[in-house]
């Protein structure tokens, strides 16, 4: 069942990306989801050739946008030969099954674009079991839209149509699956349990930060591991677990899944036992792309989700500022009387503010042109050998008696 209705994209698709601009969600807000919506088609393979956007107080309950709007669209996706449109909200099996009607090429949504990423990105059991968990999750509610062939007829006495029937087989086939997909999580949840408790008394880091920040060209200079790396969002999925030594210091090292804006709530909770490692840190790296434009938003939906999802919103955590290299400003003109945006602040404007703010616990680097990454290591090493201190603090005592002795060596 599940093979048949999974959502996935052709190489080089072409797509059109619909968004609209509400009472909640201004124009500037609009556009840097739809360039996020963009760039997640870009990495499930589709190529988008146009953007639509229309001004309404709340979605069409229908069709999502106006029949107008509908039409323009339809006339364009006819004209150009579009295979695909892609809505940048979750749809409702109602409005899948109008739109489809009227535009008559494949529709989806921004989870379910979502998931076809994470289906192809799936590497291991785990999160192979993780993804189809959440696709069965999402099929569910779905799946009067899957049967339209089997339209039902007029009501009545003896003209009660197949279709109906079948819908209820199907959805007990799936929530058989969905229950047996979450024991085997469980299990999953269980062995995972015993290995970290058989890692011993490790201090345990862990990468966190939004999606394309970084974390696994980080946990590769790090680990010195070959962590799957790649400028597309959730480029790993699968947990990575490394011991990492610095100044005969060891620890583990985790690198996770990435967050994004709008992540659903059931794909969240698929990937429980992912986040579990997050939750059982004792030191959260929190990696970000200072290059982004919009990367303070980006902090506040990591930050967000790791406290409502992981409860680990009070860890402790380093900030490390990623890519400086691809860092770009452009300074105000004298006689410029505009308030500054993000793009007229240097970097070294940056760096103070949020020294200042996060009380020195933050660093900036590039993992990949390797700057500053001494820094990285060592505020890194002193943070995980208090935590280590705490534990044992004879080991802590021999430490301090080995740094006087290289002290005096010197």
Not at 147 to 158: A, P, S
Not at 312 to 326: H, L, T, Y
Not at 369 to 390: D, F, G, T, V
Request: proline share 3%; hydrophobic share 35%; with cysteine.
């Amino acid at each position: 069942m599940i093979e048949d209705n999974i959502i996935s994209t052709e190489a080089n698709e072409r797509t059109v990306l619909v968004g609209l601009i509400t009472q909640r969600q201004s124009e500037q807000k609009t556009l840097e989801y739809l360039d996020e919506l963009a760039f997640l088609a870009e990495t499930a393979g589709a190529q988008p050739v146009k953007t639509f956007l229309q001004k309404l107080d709340y979605p069409n309950p229908r069709t999502y946008v106006g029949s107008g709007k509908l039409e323009e669209i339809r006339a364009y996706v006819e004209q150009e030969e579009i295979g695909m449109v892609i809505f940048d909200d979750d749809l409702s099996t109602k409005q899948v099954t109008n739109i489809e009607r009227e535009l008559k090429v494949k529709i989806l949504d921004r989870t379910s674009l979502i998931l076809d990423i994470f289906a192809r990105r799936a590497q291991t059991a785990t999160a192979r079991t993780q993804v189809e968990l959440a696709q069965y999750q999402y099929l569910l509610p779905r799946l009067t839209r899957m049967w339209t062939h089997l339209e039902r007829q007029r009501g009545g006495i003896g003209m009660r149509g197949p279709g109906e029937t079948q819908i209820e087989t199907d959805r007990r086939i799936i929530l058989d699956k969905i229950s047996r997909l979450k024991e085997e999580l469980r299990h999953i949840d269980r062995q995972k349990a015993i290995q970290r408790k058989n890692r011993g008394k490790l201090t345990r880091v862990a990468l966190v930060g939004y999606t394309n920040v970084g974390k696994s060209t980080i946990m590769n200079l790090l680990s010195k591991s070959d962590v799957f790396a790649e400028n597309k969002l959730f480029a790993t999925l699968d947990t990575t677990v490394r011991k990492v030594t610095i100044d005969n210091l060891p620890f583990l090292l985790t690198d996770t899944v990435g967050f994004i804006r709008k992540l659903p709530t059931h794909l969240v909770d698929s990937f429980k036992s992912t986040l579990d490692e997050v939750r059982e840190a004792d030191l959260l790296l929190h990696v970000v792309d200072v290059s982004h434009p919009q990367f303070e938003e980006q902090i506040e939906v990591v930050n967000r989700t790791l406290s409502e999802v992981c409860g680990a919103g009070e860890k402790p955590m380093i900030m490390v500022f990623n890519k400086i290299d691809a860092f770009t400003y452009t300074p105000k003109d004298a006689d410029d009387l505009t308030p500054r945006t993000r793009e007229n602040i240097p970097l070294e404007e940056f760096e103070r503010t949020w020294m200042a703010r996060t009380s020195g616990n933050c660093v900036f680097i590039s993992a990949k042109k390797k700057i500053n990454i001494e820094a990285l290591k060592q505020m890194l090493y002193e943070k995980a050998r208090e935590i280590h201190a705490e534990r044992f603090p004879y080991n802590d005592f021999l430490y301090q008696k080995y740094d006087d002795l290289d002290d005096s060596e010197n």
